[in-house]
């Protein structure tokens, strides 16, 4: 066990969800933490700390959540958000826009992005991101570890995706292409420096090809063969647009779905980023190999790309997780904004009691968790789980009045942690991260982005 000074309670809690299989939501509540772990929940009088000492927080009656989870991002496009050449187009013309002024980006470039990525997703309540970096330009090497550097600086609970592209085309030019060589050689040494499979680890890794209209069957296979020998996660974007149905119909002979599993992507440690345009019988098999689906409404409305069928996944037995997806498309990394637009999103395909607050939380929470390998330890707030804890005030201007305050989280404006606290350890206290000079932060990331904008 560790020392007292590792210890943490948490008291006046007012609403406590703590995302079990019960789904409770406790009022009145406290959590006691331990060297990075849950150690006692509780509701009514909390433990006496005067005499065993660590430290003690107040919530102040505020609502505390899991730590979010975060399953699909590109913390780079922050460097071109609301980029105005792209701001009114659909996914592939999009991309075609949005790649060349990266041409020059550098370790540094993606530390800094990192670091903004991570700021903006802790202040909204998250805990564990991924991010999926597929840019690889011959001017830039580390990117990936410098992705691991931030998150190390941040505190933040970090899955690095190895992206990769191995085919140029009118989308992706020739400049961002790797070998399979490469990318294999790349993916196994960061496996072997950062890749942590512990419970409560701080650092994965998974493998990452970019989609369908940019990686091969070698790539795809070879990515599948090494995630299943080395147990990594594995993730591509899928399902997007119709337009890259039409591509695999025309380049590949068949479906994505069918390509992917000719490939060996047909197991349980695949999310895919979007699926939004499967048929009944692809979602079908899809929870049948109990695959997940990175939902990202945000960006799917900002491209126009469509409304991927949530609950049809959720009983065909898949995971449904949520992600931000790149700030290029977002254009913001907000997590609990994520989860209101998704219950907002379900709604409008299927009316007013397609999602619930708790079935929207659910997807940032315990299915984020499901879908990037970490049931066992991320996403609820149980004895013997990780201590990951967002902590939101109970009422502020733009939820003053409301009946429920615990709906009001989402049925009202988005707002930011007060408290946030990953693997034990305080991270925002009193709504402002600790130990970031954000205007340092931010000066350095506008200088970048003005750099890489004019690029163009
Ligand atoms: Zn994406």
Redesign the pocket.
């Given at each position: 066990m560790g020392s007292s000074d590792d210890r943490l309670l948490i008291k006046n809690i007012g609403y406590l969800a703590t995302m079990d299989a019960g789904r409770s939501l406790r009022r009145d509540a406290w959590v006691e933490t331990q060297s990075g772990w849950i150690t006692a929940i509780g509701s009514g009088k909390p433990p006496e700390y005067k005499e065993v000492g660590g430290k003690v927080i107040d919530a102040g009656g505020g609502i505390a959540l899991p730590g979010l989870i975060n399953t699909?991002h590109?913390f780079y496009q922050n460097l071109a958000r609301a980029y105005t050449p792209a701001t009114d187009l659909p996914l592939l013309p999009w991309l075609v826009c949005i790649t060349p002024p990266f041409r020059g980006l550098t370790a540094d470039d993606v530390f800094i992005a990192a670091k903004v990525a991570m700021a903006e997703l802790m202040l909204s309540g998250c805990t564990t991101t991924v991010d999926?970096h597929y840019l690889f330009p011959k001017s830039g090497s580390g990117l990936i570890e410098a992705e691991f550097s931030a998150a190390v600086e941040m505190g933040m609970r970090f899955h690095a995706g190895r992206g990769s592209m191995d085919v140029a085309s009118e989308i992706i030019p020739e400049w961002a292409i790797e070998t399979v060589d490469e990318i294999m050689n790349d993916c196994q040494q960061l496996h072997d420096r950062y890749h942590d499979p512990a419970r409560g680890s701080m650092n994965r890794l998974f493998l990452a090809p970019s989609a369908l209209t940019c990686a091969s069957h070698t790539l795809l296979t070879e990515s599948a063969r090494m995630a299943a020998s080395l147990d990594l996660g594995l993730h591509t974007?899928c399902g997007e647009t119709r337009e890259e149905d039409q591509y695999a119909l025309e380049h590949l002979g068949k479906r994505q779905l069918p390509f992917l599993a000719e490939c060996g992507w047909e197991t349980d440690r695949v999310w895919l980023?979007?699926g939004i345009h499967f048929d009944s019988g692809e979602i079908a098999h899809l929870g049948q190999r109990k695959m997940g689906i990175a939902h990202?409404p945000c960006?799917n409305m900002r491209l126009g790309s469509g409304v991927c069928r949530v609950s049809d996944l959720q009983k065909a037995g898949a995971k449904v997780g949520l992600g931000v997806?790149?700030s290029a498309s977002n254009d913001s990394g907000h997590m609990l904004n994520e989860a209101r637009q998704a219950l907002l999103l379900a709604r409008v395909t299927r009316g007013a009691g397609a999602m619930s607050t708790m079935d929207a939380i659910e997807l940032a929470t315990t299915e984020g968790a499901a879908c990037i390998g970490r049931r066992d330890d991320l996403g609820s707030l149980e004895v013997g789980k990780c201590a990951d804890l967002a902590i939101f005030p109970a009422e502020d201007l733009f939820s003053s009045g409301a009946e429920n305050v615990f709906e009001a989280l989402l049925l009202c404006f988005p707002r930011q942690v007060q408290t946030l606290i990953i693997n034990g350890k305080v991270r925002v206290e009193e709504g402002r991260i600790k130990n970031l000079n954000l205007a340092n932060l931010l000066a350095k990331h506008r200088k970048i982005a003005d750099r890489i904008q004019n690029r163009g």
């Open positions: 699909h590109h999926h974007h980023a979007h990202c960006s997806d790149g």
